[in-house]
T-cell receptor, first 114, second 109 residues
Framework: NAGVTQTPKFQVLKTGQSMTLQCAQD?????MSWYRQDPGMGLRLIHYSVGAGITDQGEVPNGYNVSRSTTEDFPLRLLSAAPSQTSVYFC?????????????FGQGTRLTVV | GIQVEQSPPDLILQEGANSTLRCNFSDSVNNLQWFHQNPWGQLINLFYIPSGTKQNGRLSATTVATERYSLLYISSSQTTDSGVYFC???????????FGQGTTLQVKP
């Protein structure tokens, strides 16, 4: 049982390049979300999904796209990387319940845009 | 939107000391979690505690939902407790978490 798996762990991009951060979970969780963490700050929500085919914007969505074609996968796409997107990115998943259960996080992707 | 405030922002302890971290939130929530971010950046679940009290070894947590706060207690601290402690809340049934700014804990040997 791998939990939440993020790839890659580290990435350096040039300004203007695009890339996809991968996130996969094997717990059959309905909810998945992406956060970014900047130095000295808590995590901020980028995009989230409540199930396959359903996504919505979080607090800081600009410059990012997501899709959810399967329950297991929730990739985050950077369309045209900017230095302001240098950050650590975390993917999370949780099971829908009443109330919802705890969220589990991947190990993070450290992205540097030069 | 809902505000989540953690205090203190920084805390330095000698090994063996006890501490209390606080999380205040500005509106009702249906989920509250405490995380520990270790020096390698990994987020570790400590407690899922929308209300009540839970204990896990040297750590315990209490959430008083009606008064909109949660407390994390660390007893007999160890150097491995160092890192950042985050409180995160969920308002609706979407899995979206709103994080506080964290408390940075340093435990000295």
């Amino acid at each position: 049982n791998a939990g939440v798996t993020q790839t890659p762990k580290f990435q350096v991009l040039k300004t203007g390049q695009s890339m996809t951060l991968q996130c996969a979970q094997d717990m059959n969780h309905e909810y998945m979300s992406w956060y970014r963490q900047d130095p000295g700050m808590g995590l901020r929500l980028i995009h989230y999904s409540v199930g396959a085919g359903i996504t919505d914007q979080g607090e800081v969505p600009n410059g990012y796209n997501v899709s959810r074609s399967t329950t297991e996968d929730f990739p985050l796409r950077l369309l045209s990387a900017a230095p302001s997107q240098t950050s650590v990115y975390f993917c999370a998943s949780s099971f829908r319940g009443q109330p919802n259960t705890e969220a589990f996080f991947g190990q993070g992707t450290r992205l540097t845009v030069v | 939107g809902i505000q989540v405030e953690q205090s203190p922002p920084d805390l330095i302890l000698q090994e063996g000391a006890n501490s209390t971290l606080r999380c205040n939130f500005s509106d009702s929530v249906n989920n509250l979690q405490w995380f520990h971010q270790n020096p390698w950046g990994q987020l570790i679940n400590l407690f899922y505690i929308p209300s009540g009290t839970k204990q896990n070894g040297r750590l315990s947590a209490t959430t008083v939902a009606t008064e909109r706060y949660s407390l994390l207690y660390i007893s007999s601290s160890q150097t491995t407790d160092s890192g950042v402690y985050f409180c995160a809340v969920e308002r609706d049934n979407t899995g979206k978490l709103i994080f506080g700014q964290g408390t940075t804990l340093q435990v000295k040997p």
